[in-house]
């Protein structure tokens, strides 16, 4: 028999959902502000104002205004988590979904990814905050990467913690210069062309 508190209880992961959902109503109304007005004129109660939320609820989702600045990040790293969940094919084919994915994904939101670059270079605090997602894309690569050289199908004797390293080096570097230079090009199109230096070098030799 069911009792009332088991009738009246919130369906699971209902509070979680919640949270996601005002989390990310902050994040959208403060990149609205942050591209309409830009970074520096936007206080952090000019977002809590578009977002329709109390002060004590942004910082118990972000600590800091520039915090917002990695937010980005942090959901593109998550959805190319779950997009890489149901990919098949190896470690060469998934290493290259995961930039692909990443270019992509910049490529479909040209503003936000420039303002978030060019904010985070200028600021200490975002940097370290930018770093830490960088070092968990290094980790799902290293990953991919070692799964590989069990495989077979990559060449053993080089760490992957450091081919995951110089993977995602390689793409913040480019994705830097095309969030902030002059000269416009095809993110992908250059993501792929940099992969293909890297694999050139991680690819097993032919027997």
């Known amino acids: 028999m069911q009792t009332t508190d088991a009738l009246t209880a919130p369906e699971p992961?209902?509070?979680?959902?919640?949270?996601?959902?005002?989390?990310?109503?902050?994040?959208?109304?403060?990149?609205?502000?942050?591209l309409e007005r830009g970074y520096a004129k936007v206080t952090v109660e000019d977002v809590c104002d578009?977002?329709?939320?109390?002060?004590?609820?942004?910082?118990?989702?972000?600590?800091?205004?520039?915090?917002?600045?990695?937010?980005?990040g942090r959901q593109a790293t998550d959805e190319l988590r779950e997009r890489l969940a149901g990919h098949r094919g190896g470690a060469a084919s998934a290493l290259r979904f995961v930039l692909?994915?990443?270019?992509?994904?910049?490529?479909q939101h040209p503003e936000?990814?420039?303002?978030t670059v060019r904010e985070t270079m200028a600021r200490p605090s975002a940097i370290e905050q930018s770093t830490e997602q960088g070092?968990?894309?290094?980790?799902l690569m290293a990953d991919l990467v070692r799964r590989g050289q069990g495989a077979g199908e990559l060449k053993r004797g080089i760490l992957p913690e450091v081919a995951g390293a110089v993977l995602v080096a390689s793409y913040f570097t480019i994705v830097n210069i095309w969030a902030t230079g002059s000269e416009r090009f095809d993110l992908t199109d250059v993501v792929e062309q940099s992969l293909k230096l890297v694999m050139?070098?991680?690819?097993?030799?032919?027997a």
């Not at 050139?200 to 032919?206: A, E, F, S």
Request: proline fraction near 1%; avoid cysteine; charge should be positive.
């Open 100 to 107: 692909h994915t990443l270019a992509e994904r910049a490529e």
């Open 135 to 139: 070092r968990n894309l290094g980790m």
């Open 200 to 206: 050139h070098g991680l690819k097993k030799d032919k």
């Open 13 to 34: 992961g209902r509070r979680a959902r919640k949270k996601a959902l005002t989390r990310q109503g902050i994040y959208e109304a403060a990149m609205r502000l942050f």
């Open 112 to 115: 936000m990814v420039r303002l």
């Open 50 to 72: 578009a977002a329709d939320v109390a002060k004590g609820t942004f910082f118990l989702h972000f600590p800091t205004k520039d915090a917002l600045l990695a937010e980005y």
